[in-house]
């Protein structure tokens, strides 16, 4: 993790089973697009405990290599005299002579993964975000600039590619078969003292709700793995050497590692970089349900011993859901083959596959199990239609269906949702991602331009609903 305060931290998958009989233009299409050629090692670890380890030394030596520095730097650009002390005569004849100055400031001092052999490397966007310049050093101290493919800030990944051939590369598992107890090792370069390995367990898997990723998509690995500002980007390796996860961030009242230490799963990590090395973008898949946890008192009533699995609270009309045959009441318990523990990690399942997949989904509907199958949507199409600035630096849009998913937004619940507040927004303090403007100055708000015409110059009072909660603020229009 850089030494700066750390930013509140899915993809989307790169291909999908090619139709038969395409032509050969689309041939010739995709083979041009951009592909990351990885290795990838999907046999679980070994939990038989048979032998007495006494060195994990071997399976750590490929992925050691394979574990990069990365710094970044920022160009501060300003304006100076040209003159020897700014003498007052020479600018009385030459004028004020002044010219542009460059400074190269250290922003960030991060870790990174090389995950092929032509160079492409994983990292965190926050250890890169917003830098000018970046340089990756590589485990034999070798210096290469590194160019940025893409960044991805709603799961904190990152991909940047350095020049050449036949890099050390990473082997990457298979993430969703990690069981709390395995073994792991965060592989990086902790507060600039070179790369260090730190040895652990997986603490707990799937965790949501942190807050690290400002509406973001969030399902980590949690280890206690020693993780400690500069680590941010590096590699968390299981027992046989292969990377499980990015290490990302931790929970301290320090600073300092107390074994809290949070890693995002190598497979949607990767899934976002396939998408982001194809196409530039990444495309987020959407259902359109309204979705709530299951637990343990609810269980009983729709037929269920356990409580995991997403309660489906409402369909949205026309959407792929209601297409599929999804009803309200349903519970869902898996997804594309995978059990679904609760509605954040159905979440990250659905925004994780590419727009136009097809997903099984198994629910449990009047205590019976029944199957039907989706066609996933465009997440992003729908929450971008009608976005505009209504204050500053805060864009809005109406609530729509697409939106009161994302969000969470509770049905009855009408105005204006903030979408995006710009980093430097006055109003970006109060009015975050995910807030609706119900009313301005007393007055239902409709729309964007009848939310414009509220607004006076001076104090206004703003009715606002944040997280399912209502409550008045004043916000300032100069």
Request: hydrophobic share 40%; with cysteine; glycine share 10%.
């Amino acid at each position: 993790m850089p030494s700066r305060p750390f930013l509140r931290l899915v993809g989307a998958l790169l291909a999908l089973a090619p139709s038969v009989g395409c032509s050969a233009e689309k041939v010739e299409r995709e083979a041009a697009t951009p592909k990351v050629e990885v290795r990838v090692d999907r046999e679980p670890v070994d939990r038989s405990n048979q032998p007495v380890i006494t060195s994990y030394a071997d399976a750590l030596e490929q992925v050691r290599h394979s574990v990069v520095s990365v710094a970044s730097t920022r160009i501060v650009r300003s304006r100076g005299s040209v003159f020897p002390f700014d003498d007052p005569l020479l600018r009385r004849f030459f004028g004020p002579g002044f010219e542009q100055r460059e400074e190269k400031i250290p922003y960030g001092l991060g870790s990174g993964v090389i995950v092929s052999a032509d160079g492409y490397v994983l990292t965190n966007n926050h250890v890169i975000e917003e830098a000018d310049e970046i340089k990756v050093t590589l485990a034999d101290g070798r210096e290469i600039d590194a160019s940025i493919v893409g960044t991805d800030p709603r799961t904190d990944v990152a991909v940047l590619k350095v020049s050449g051939s036949d890099f050390p590369h990473a082997t990457l598992a298979d993430s969703d078969t990690l069981r709390v107890g395995d073994i792991v090792f965060a592989v990086g370069n902790p507060l600039g003292v070179g790369q260090t390995t730190t040895m652990g367990i997986v603490s707990a898997t799937g965790r949501s709700n942190l807050g690290i990723i400002e509406r973001g998509y969030e399902s980590f690995i949690q280890t206690d793995a020693s993780i400690n500002p500069g680590n941010s980007g590096g590699a968390l390796v299981d027992a046989k050497g292969r990377v499980v996860g990015i290490n990302t961030a931790i929970i301290s009242t320090s600073r300092g590692s107390i074994g809290i230490g949070f890693a995002i799963p190598i497979n949607l990590a990767s899934s976002v970089m396939h998408s982001l090395v194809a196409t530039g973008t990444v495309a987020r898949g959407y259902l359109g349900v309204q979705m709530q946890d299951l637990d343990a008192e609810l269980a009983p009533r729709f037929g269920l011993s356990e409580a995991r699995g997403a309660i489906v609270a409402d369909v949205i009309p026309d959407s792929p859901a209601e297409r599929a045959g999804l009803r309200q009441d349903d519970v869902i318990v898996a997804f594309d083959g995978r059990p679904v523990a609760n509605s954040t990690e159905l979440r990250v399942m659905i925004a994780q596959l590419m727009p136009g997949s097809r997903a099984v989904i198994r629910v449990m509907r009047d205590g019976e199990p029944v199957e039907v199958t989706a066609e996933l949507g465009t997440l992003e199409d729908e929450t971008a239609r009608g976005a505009q600035e209504l204050f500053p630096g805060v864009t809005v849009a109406p609530v729509t269906p697409a939106l009161r998913d994302e969000y969470g937004i509770p049905r009855g619940v009408g105005g204006l949702v903030v979408v995006d507040t710009a980093p430097r927004s006055e109003y970006g303090a109060v009015l975050v991602p995910g807030t609706v403007v119900v009313k301005i100055n007393n007055e239902v708000v409709g729309d964007l331009r009848r939310a414009r015409q509220l607004l006076g110059r001076g104090k206004n009072l703003v009715l606002i609903n944040q997280r399912g909660t209502f409550r008045y603020i004043q916000v300032t229009v100069d």
